[in-house]
């Protein structure tokens, strides 16, 4: 009878064996998902940071710097020149909230990958 035994034994090594690969595959196809997933939340970070410091912000100093010449010529309204230093302010503050996402992402790569990029 040893080797019916032997033959259950192989079986079940054998069923273990599958279940461990299907394991592995599913952990896999999780983490493959999750890094994608990750790598388009760096991506859009990286887009929309771009854009704030090389577009929105600068366009937004030039005009401070606009209204705050017309109003030191007389020619400005206070509330306007304050306006517009609340918006360089916000967008500075987007700018930095922007890059925090862009190091969170990155945080989030290197912990899938095990490692430093």
């Known amino acids: 009878m040893p080797w019916g035994r032997e033959a259950s034994e192989e079986e079940a090594a054998q069923a273990q064996a599958g279940a461990a690969e299907q394991h592995f595959e599913a952990n896999l196809l999780s983490v493959q998902s999750a890094l994608a997933e990750a790598r388009e939340k760096l991506k859009a970070a990286q887009r929309a940071e771009a854009l704030v410091a090389h577009k929105a912000l600068p366009e937004a100093q030039a005009m401070l710097k606009s209204m ?50």
């Open 68 to 117: 705050m010449a017309n109003y030191a010529q007389g020619r400005g309204d206070l509330a306007a020149v304050l306006e517009a230093q609340r918006r360089v302010h916000d967008l500075e503050l987007k700018l930095l909230q922007l890059r925090v996402d862009e190091q969170v992402a990155l945080a989030g790569i290197e912990r899938l990958i095990g490692g430093d990029l």
